[in-house]
Structure formats: structure tokens, C-alpha cells
């Protein structure tokens, strides 16, 4: 389950953290994923000390690089970092700011801090269900060996399988198909098995 703390994002600190452990506390086998206003590692801990498994980085990570290796070291298996690009670029604090950094370039220098996976978001295509940013998507996926999790514009259930054929992630992260009960998950792992692709949830 992934999991954002949008308001944290904005404010630099989380603010739904009690929402994230109650659902952990509550689905206690279910691997959860969180991002949103994770900047310390006291964070970090308290939020794996609840029962979350990975711990989101995005905005910290661009901001302050070496950080990202420190917890690696300090949380090995648990680290993820979310890149939300466009055009290339990285955008920062809630998508309200837009980096210099290479998408690429700044993806592989986390590859080598150890970083567990790249959640990889498109943010023009982010909420228009139009599908994922399919080549941009692949070029992150051939310039890396961990997986990227392809996230941002899951408009069908077929969106989800070509971001794993099309665009060669390795994962694929879906809401607003979910939200508006477009479909439901059953649907998504059905017609992802259907077309020969592994669901592990």
C-alpha cells in the first residue's frame, strides 16, 4: 500500500502520521510504503518502528543528498526515493518548485547510496488518467538496475500493464481508478495476469 502524506509534503514535517499507524496497527501483514514530509531520522524511525516498511524520501533527498546515503546506512531495506519530474527534471517541496537535477543523473548517484527503488512520477501526466509517461519511464528503467515503480496517470486497467511491458518498470502504482471506483484492485491483478505479469499483493 503507498501511501502520501500530502499535507507533510507542504508543511516540511508529517501530519497524518497518526492516520499511517493506525493503518499499519491495523493491517499489520500488509506492506506499506509512506512518503509526504520525511526530512529527519527520527521520522523515519518512528515511522518504521509502526510497522511501515519503506520510507518514501523526495524533497530531503534532492535538497540534501548525502542524507540519503546516511539512512541507507542507518536503515538498510528500507529506503525508497520518489523523483517527481518534469521534462526531465526533478520538481521539489509538493511539486511547487522544479530542481536542476537530472532525473537520470540524481537516480543512479541513489542507486549507488543504496536506495531500495525509484518511484518515478511524471508530473504532467500525475491525476490525468492518460497513462504513464511511457518513455521516459523506460529510459529511467535502462539507466538503473533497481526497480522504478512507474507512478502517475493510470487511466485504464491496460495503463498498468504497458508501464511494466511498455515501459519497464518493474512495479506500478495506481489511485484514482481505485478512488473513483473506476475498478477495483481484483480487476487490476486480474488483467495483469491475464497478461503474464507476476501480482504480488
Same mark, same amino acid.
Given at each position: 500500500?503507498?501511501?502520501?502524506?500530502?499535507?507533510?509534503?507542504?508543511?516540511?514535517?508529517?501530519?497524518?502520521?497518526?492516520?499511517?499507524?493506525?493503518?499499519?496497527?491495523?493491517?499489520?501483514?500488509?506492506?506499506?510504503?509512506?512518503?509526504?514530509?520525511?526530512?529527519?531520522?527520527?521520522?523515519?524511525?518512528?515511522?518504521?518502528?509502526?510497522?511501515?516498511?519503506?520510507?518514501?524520501?523526495?524533497?530531503?533527498?534532492?535538497? +540534501?543528498?548525502?542524507? $540519503? #546515503?546516511?539512512?541507507?546506512?542507518?536503515?538498510? %531495506?528500507?529506503?525508497?526515493?520518489?523523483? /517527481? =519530474?518534469?521534462?526531465?527534471?526533478?520538481?521539489?517541496?509538493?511539486?511547487?518548485?522544479?530542481?536542476?537535477?537530472?532525473?537520470?543523473?540524481?537516480?543512479?548517484?541513489?542507486?549507488?547510496?543504496?536506495?531500495?527503488?525509484?518511484?518515478?512520477?511524471?508530473?504532467?501526466?500525475?491525476?490525468?488518467?492518460?497513462?504513464?509517461?511511457?518513455?521516459?519511464?523506460?529510459?529511467?528503467?535502462?539507466?538503473?538496475?533497481?526497480?522504478?515503480? +512507474?507512478?502517475?496517470? $493510470? #487511466?485504464?486497467?491496460?495503463?498498468?500493464?504497458? %508501464?511494466?511491458?511498455?515501459?519497464?518498470? /518493474? =512495479?506500478?502504482?495506481?489511485?484514482?481508478?481505485?478512488?473513483?471506483?473506476?475498478?477495483?484492485?481484483?480487476?487490476?491483478?486480474?488483467?495483469?495476469?491475464?497478461?503474464?505479469?507476476?501480482?504480488?499483493?
Amino acid at each position: 500500500l503507498h501511501m502520501v502524506d500530502l499535507d507533510g509534503a507542504f508543511a516540511g514535517n508529517p501530519v497524518n502520521a497518526d492516520v499511517i499507524h493506525e493503518v499499519c496497527k491495523t493491517f499489520p501483514d500488509l506492506d506499506v510504503q509512506v512518503g509526504g514530509g520525511i526530512r529527519d531520522e527520527e521520522t523515519i524511525e518512528t515511522y518504521l518502528h509502526a510497522g511501515v516498511r519503506y520510507v518514501i524520501l523526495g524533497t530531503k533527498a534532492i535538497n +540534501a543528498p548525502h542524507f $540519503v #546515503g546516511d539512512v541507507c546506512a542507518e536503515f538498510p %531495506g528500507h529506503i525508497i526515493v520518489g523523483l /517527481d =519530474a518534469k521534462d526531465g527534471k526533478v520538481a521539489i517541496d509538493g511539486w511547487s518548485k522544479l530542481s536542476n537535477h537530472d532525473v537520470i543523473n540524481i537516480a543512479q548517484q541513489f542507486e549507488q547510496d543504496g536506495v531500495e527503488a525509484i518511484i518515478y512520477t511524471d508530473i504532467s501526466r500525475d491525476g490525468m488518467m492518460q497513462g504513464f509517461n511511457l518513455e521516459s519511464t523506460r529510459d529511467l528503467a535502462r539507466a538503473i538496475q533497481i526497480p522504478v515503480i +512507474a507512478s502517475g496517470g $493510470v #487511466g485504464k486497467l491496460q495503463d498498468l500493464t504497458d %508501464g511494466i511491458k511498455l515501459g519497464h518498470a /518493474d =512495479a506500478v502504482l495506481a489511485a484514482s481508478i481505485f478512488h473513483f471506483g473506476e475498478h477495483t484492485v481484483e480487476e487490476a491483478k486480474q488483467q495483469m495476469a491475464a497478461q503474464g505479469i507476476e501480482v504480488r499483493l
